[in-house]
Antibody, heavy 119, light 108 residues
């Protein structure tokens, strides 16, 4: 059973950079999957941020592309999200997730972590 | 980017009754559509993929149908644990993956 666990600061200052890591266990990060980030502002819907394959290939949401970097560390079986120049609008629960190669749907989710942007 | 629209925003249903949720895509997504259930404080859970295939462990009372731009999630007889928010998501034109705004199923 694949398990995903997000970690990182719960509070980020405006104009700063949000940094989160997702630890993958119960399966290989080098398997045929896209490792993704999805966020959900309080009381709102889901927004896909982007994804990375173990080769390092990435795809990003065009609406966030200029501010997002997703990376992978296979040696630690984890992948990471960096979102720069954050504002209050970036306050959300951030989920890491797995999308099987060529499937398109999310079959595993992390529990989510709330990140608040505030001074 | 394909825009996904769900209706209604809120659906009030009595336990044991049937619930019908709609999802519409701004252009055809063929059958490349998934449904998720989300309960308060929890991550979403995959219910349906391929518009009509139930994910592992999902009860038979959950059914998906549709193709192209119009999709439906039907819960045949609502149980107490089914009151939640439901999201549709397309993966036909991916990236990006896009989600609908959700339908909240509440107790009538």
């Amino acid at each position: 059973q694949v398990q995903l666990q997000e970690s990182g600061p719960g509070l980020v200052k405006p104009s700063g950079t949000l940094s989160l890591t997702c630890a993958v266990s119960g399966g290989s990060i080098s398997s045929s999957n896209w490792w993704s980030w999805v966020r959900q502002p309080p009381g709102k819907g889901l927004e896909w941020i982007g994804e990375i394959y173990h080769s390092g290939s990435t795809n990003y949401n065009p609406s966030l592309k200029s501010r997002v970097t997703i990376s992978v560390d296979k040696s630690k079986s984890q992948f990471s999200l960096k979102l720069s120049s954050v504002t209050a609008a970036d306050t959300a629960v951030y989920y890491c997730a797995r999308v099987k190669w060529s499937s398109g749907w999310v079959d595993y989710w992390g529990q989510g972590t709330l990140v608040t942007v505030s001074s | 980017e394909i825009v996904m629209m769900q209706s209604p925003a809120t659906l009030s249903v009595s336990p044991g009754e049937r619930a019908t949720l709609s999802c519409r895509a701004s252009q055809s997504v063929n059958s490349n559509l998934a449904w998720y259930q989300q309960k308060p404080g929890q991550a979403p859970r995959l219910l349906i993929y391929g518009a009509s295939t139930r994910a592992t462990g999902i009860p038979a009372r959950f059914g998906g149908s549709g193709s192209g731009t119009e999709f439906t999630l039907t819960i045949s007889s609502l149980q107490s644990e089914d009151f939640a928010i439901y999201y549709c998501q397309q993966y036909n034109n991916w990236p990006p993956l896009t989600f609908g705004g959700g339908t909240k199923v509440e107790i009538k």
